[in-house]
Structures are given as structure tokens and as C-alpha cells.
């Protein structure tokens, strides 16, 4: 099993960005996929996840990047993206995807080590 983030880089504050995590070797009918980041010198952060079990899903998102950020899952593809809207420099930070083989409970989103599965990390780098 491999997780696999792209599409970070360098854009100016306000700018935009596109996180992609490529989920290969294993397909969950239901699941949880979730992003958190680690900005130099700070704890791991919790910034959002998706569940889903059936036909439901749900979305949810760390404070500081709420009505900014949005997550969606390609289940074709297996792929789950963060779109980052209005970036600021302190979204500044190397991106983890995590994912976990059934849909957690809520009050386990937000720590990665209920994750089954981790990436390897993007860095974001917001700067003009």
C-alpha cells in the first residue's frame, strides 16, 4: 500500500494551490482520508478529511483553514485532493496525506496515528 502526494510548490499569499494523494494497492469500500500539515518547529496539524461508508460522505476541517480549503475524493482514480483557496504565508508547511481502511470516528480524525496509511509529504511554501 502506497500513498503518494503531488502538487505542492511556492505561490504568493492569496494564491492557489491543489494537493493530490494517490492511494495505490488497496481500495477501501469505506474509509477515511485526511490531510495534515507540519510547518517548521511546530506539531503536526490537523487540516482536513474525508469519510465515507456507502453512498455517504463527510468532509471536515481544522479551524484555521475553514471556508479556505476544500476536500474531495476521485473514487475512480483512488485519489483524494485538497484544494487550498487564499493562501496565507503561514499555511507554510510539508502536507501529509493519511488514510484508514473504514470511517473512523469523529474524535479520531484529527489525530494521524489512528491512520493506517501516511505519505511521505509535499512542501507547501506560501512567500512573496
Known amino acids: 500500500v502506497q500513498l503518494v502526494e503531488s502538487g505542492g510548490g511556492l505561490v504568493q499569499p492569496g494564491g492557489s494551490l491543489r494537493l493530490s494523494c494517490a492511494l495505490s494497492?488497496?481500495?477501501?469500500?469505506?474509509?477515511?482520508m485526511g490531510w495534515f500539515r507540519q510547518a517548521s518547529g511546530k506539531d503536526r496539524e490537523f487540516v482536513a478529511a474525508?469519510?465515507?461508508?456507502?453512498?455517504?460522505?463527510?468532509?471536515h476541517y481544522g479551524e484555521t483553514v475553514k471556508g479556505r480549503f476544500s476536500i474531495s475524493r476521485d473514487n475512480s482514480l483512488n485519489t483524494v485532493y485538497l484544494q487550498m483557496n487564499s493562501l496565507k504565508p503561514e499555511d507554510t508547511a510539508v502536507y501529509y496525506c493519511?488514510?484508514?481502511?473504514?470511517?473512523?470516528?469523529?474524535?479520531?480524525?484529527?489525530?494521524?496515528?489512528?491512520?493506517?496509511?501516511r505519505g511521505q509529504g509535499t512542501q507547501v511554501t506560501v512567500s512573496s
Open positions: 474525508t469519510r465515507w461508508s456507502g453512498g455517504n460522505k463527510q468532509m
Open positions: 493519511a488514510a484508514h481502511n473504514s470511517r473512523l470516528i469523529l474524535s479520531s480524525l484529527w489525530d494521524e496515528e489512528n491512520y493506517n496509511y
Open positions: 494497492g488497496v481500495t477501501f469500500s469505506s474509509g477515511t
